[in-house]
């Protein structure tokens, strides 16, 4: 079965880490110790304190070899990922915000550095077609977040939605420094800002299952505010999970290699790619049954694939270049 977990608008593009996940761990500088005073995943439980986890810093250089490391870190503190390089201009530039950030949120957050020239199966896992890439790993399931040298302000709200999708998961603990004091509680957390109504009943029909509820106050929001693209992003992703439930892949996979013209389960397996991160399959799979359609097909494939272009993110160069060849397909 295929079980995909509610991702917040805004949020970009699953990507699949499993190859990493039982890499065998390795010992020395950058080893985030082993959580302390709650399980993994827990947050605080019954009102206690977080989860704690030691580590050397908040900001610490990722490989391949000890990535693993990082995914269990993520069970207690969300780890941001920073993808760079050493010729890479905007990286230098984007490099400062990220690590001024990091140290402001006091151990809510923990950032992983990977030097893409040194770590090619991160940087293939990642998908980091272009760099500055910057994704997130909650839980240990990793969320492509934005590509680019983007402004502080819009960095600092897509770490505030890293740490919403972190408080519904229940990944709430936080990181402490090695040898340096505890200082929580000295300065309460400032509140986070309220959600708009229509997508805080969105969050809470998605938190308790009901997508249904939750496609239905999305569109809500956007039939109020046509212009709400965080409602448009948020629908594109609640009804891509409302679709996938249910999903067997083996059985998806032989009815669309048993009919190629067939549309619907073309789409079907183009959601599974699109969930698992194989989003260049997805929109080949589309684009190559859209000609095949009739005027009815071939307008259900293309809200599909702007569907995906939601989820995926506008500026991600695979959304630039489905979107060059559906234009060459229309015109």
């Known amino acids: 079965m295929t079980n995909v977990p509610p991702l917040p608008a ?170 340096a004091p505890d200082v929580e509680g000295e300065a309460p957390e400032p509140e986070p800002e309220p959600l708009p109504p229509h997508h805080q009943d969105a969050y809470d029909a998605i938190d308790r299952g009901d997508y249904d509820a939750a496609i239905a106050a999305y569109k809500t929001a956007i039939a109020q505010d046509p212009r709400d693209q965080l409602a448009v992003a948020g629908l594109a992703q609640v009804s891509l999970i409302a679709r996938l439930q249910g999903v067997t892949l083996a059985e998806v996979r032989e009815a669309a290699a048993a009919d190629p013209a067939d549309l619907d389960a073309q789409l079907a397996v183009a959601d599974l790619d699109v969930s698992g991160g194989h989003v260049d399959d997805a929109f080949d799979r589309v684009l190559t049954v859209f000609p095949t359609q009739d005027a009815a097909g071939r307008d259900r494939a293309r809200a599909r694939l702007l569907e995906y272009f939601e989820i995926i993110g506008a500026d991600d160069p695979r959304v630039v270049a489905a979107r060059r060849r559906l234009t060459m397909l229309l015109y």
């Open 10 to 179: 805004g949020l970009r593009g699953a990507v699949d880490l499993s190859s990493l996940v039982e890499r065998p761990s390795a010992g020395g500088a950058g080893r985030p110790a082993p959580a302390t005073g709650g399980a993994p995943g827990a947050g605080a439980p019954d009102g206690g304190a977080a989860a704690t986890v030691g580590v050397p810093s908040l900001v610490i250089d990722a490989t391949d070899e000890t990535f693993a490391q990082f995914l269990e870190l993520s069970n207690t503190v969300p780890v941001i990922v920073d993808l760079w390089a050493e010729w890479c201009g905007p990286c230098k530039q984007l490099s400062p915000v990220l690590d001024k950030l990091v140290t402001e949120y006091a151990g809510r957050l923990v950032l992983a550095k990977v030097d893409v020239d040194a770590n090619p199966q991160l940087t293939q896992a990642f998908q980091a077609q272009s760099i500055p890439a910057v994704a997130a790993v909650v839980g240990g399931r990793p969320v492509q977040l934005f590509v680019g040298a983007l402004p502080e302000a819009q960095v600092r709200d897509a770490f505030e939605q890293v740490l919403e999708l972190a408080a519904q998961n229940g990944v709430t603990g936080r990181a402490v420094v090695d040898g």
